[in-house]
């Protein structure tokens, strides 16, 4: 996450004057400023780092610090806002109030805050919002909810209003209908697989404890169901985001038959939507995504954008059991040999590499561009979707490999 | 190592975790050859002291799992492991009755014709009982509470998870035949995850985090020399130097300290007192384990983009 130091003030700054005398107050007030600055904090979190104040000599700034990070971080990617707002909330020692009459909180953000923007939450609300004159009550603090980002991305906003709206819900009704019965059709077969499995000794036995130890009952061994993960990366450049729209709004229907659905969207650069898309109708989601990716509707840098997956993402998310949806029409604008390390790297790491090229539906298409060449070696699966009926055999596809 | 457990006997009595500082358990672990620097040693403290599971993350082979095991050597404590993996459930982690021997009992009494309702009873008390680890961590009558290292959580399925925060908000454990049983003293937990995937927020809000980074360049050093005082400062000082680099550098894996040991142990069984471009190249076996990458290292070190001599002179200076 990056924030600002402006920005951590600003959020430091709003709850400054709930903050009493005494630890807990002041760890409340700390707490909701982290809050209001996108971190995940309970107020259990909140209570135990105050119970834990005595186990440390709290003179020591350092050691002080590890206490309350330890306590209310649960992840290093917040390591650095925790910082800046610790260095801004615990300026001096003790619990004085931080001066702040010099920060200029009324004022608008400054550009430099409006580009930063990216998918950070909950930022920009942390001037829009007035929390001094809230009071602390414990209850409120787990009910606090993360303000959602509201970002004035203009860089190449681009408008959905261009297609139909009655054909566009249509589609998008249609689509959520099919994703369904999909997705029952893949827990059906589950249960199917479940049965004729192999017998389980132990649990024969314990079953059949009560005919005094005479085999009457066999218990079969049940499979583990094995979900997969699929991870998205759509290509929202140009042309393309049409269909990445469609294509989102499928995979979302998929999603709870499958382990989970993480979502990219990329043109010059890659940007996680997976909290977007969770939080809001996808309406809304895709609405809002448009507005706030950088970038959304432009050139394309397919070898970079991926090359930020892998490096960033990948570790963390893509396991020999992860299916990965690339769309792309494969016209990359970037450097095309990274385009195939990273491919490589992509493909060692995961099951399956789907590439959906809207392309592939006219009849003469050849995969002549160099992106699309360079990446072809890598890929199991390509196939078009530039309609329904090639959605929908997509999602036969995925089902097959599941199931 | 599935599910298993082991006992380490420590010959000096253990110490009270309850009563010490963060620079005393920073200089246990050091004497027990564990670098750590005070952020680390500050959380391990807390964790002691509030009796709150510590969940350590970082790359692989930076220290995780070491951690957890010399601290039960320092505290005399019983090291209970349990390692995670993909189905991963409640009978491997925590209990289950042992029916084979259940059934032989029954059988048994049925030839002496005993009665059925001591047998009943009897079949169904611990004798019966096939302790795993999470179970004999809150069962432990041991004095020293045992150290309980729940190792690579993220392997684990979302829905152990979610038993794992069960357990490990009231560390106690209800067996229906017998009843519940709460822990004598809490166990020191430490959990690791290599982050292969996210841990649930209610399981994090539970611990206290750290995140263990690489070492840095003297931090390095510092646990090559506490670990092989034999290796000459001058290697040791390559050695940190090279791995720095090429941690900067674009493998697919990049190595840990667990590398950097394995390394300077065969530097050693080679008997070489300094690093040469040929002495790398033999011995990187050690560090990468992807033939893409060795490949990649020999091109950087025959192209000279990968300089010994120029790392060692860059190499920054070393306090005393």
Redesign the interface.
Known sequence: MEVTPETVAAAVHGFSAVRGHGTLPNLLAFGRALKQLGV?I?L??VI?SS??MD??DIAEK??F???L???L????ED?PVFDMAFDCFWREQGYERVPMETLDIQGTPTESQAQEGGDEEGLEEAFAETPAQESVELENLDELSIPTYSAQELLNRKDFSEMSVEESRAIARAILLIATKIATQISRRKKHARKGAMVDP?WT??KN?KY??DIVDLVNRKR?I?KTKVVLLCDVSGSMDCYSRFLIQFMYGLQNELWGVETFVFSTSLSRITHLIRTKDIGNALEQISGSILGWSGGTNIGRSLQTFNRNFA???V?SRTIVVIISDGWDRGDVSLLERQMQ?LK?RCKKVIWLNPLLASENYEPLCKGMQAALPYIDLFLSVHNLNSLVALGHTLQKMVA | MTGSNSKITYSEAGVNPKQLTIDEVQEILLKEQYVCDRSLATVVYLSLAMGKPLLLEGEAGVGKTEIAKVLAKVLNAKLIRLQCYEGLDANTALYEWNYPKQMLRIKLEEVQKGDKRVVETEIFNQDYLLKRPLLEAIISEDENPPVLLIDEIDRADVEFEAFLLEVLSDFQITIPEIGTIQAKHRPYVFLTSNRTREIHDALKRRCLYHWIEYPTFEKEYEIISTKFPEVAPNMAKQICAFMQRVREMNFYKRPGVAETLDWATALIALNRKGLDDNTVVETMGCVFKYREDLHHLREQIEGKQLNLDALLRSSPELRS
């Open positions: 995940k309970s259990g979190q135990d119970r834990s186990l440390v350092e050691d610090r590890a206490l990070r330890a306590n971080i649960s992840q290093k390591f132990r036995m314990r404890i005094g130890g583990r094995k570790p963390a998310m396991t790297d060692r």
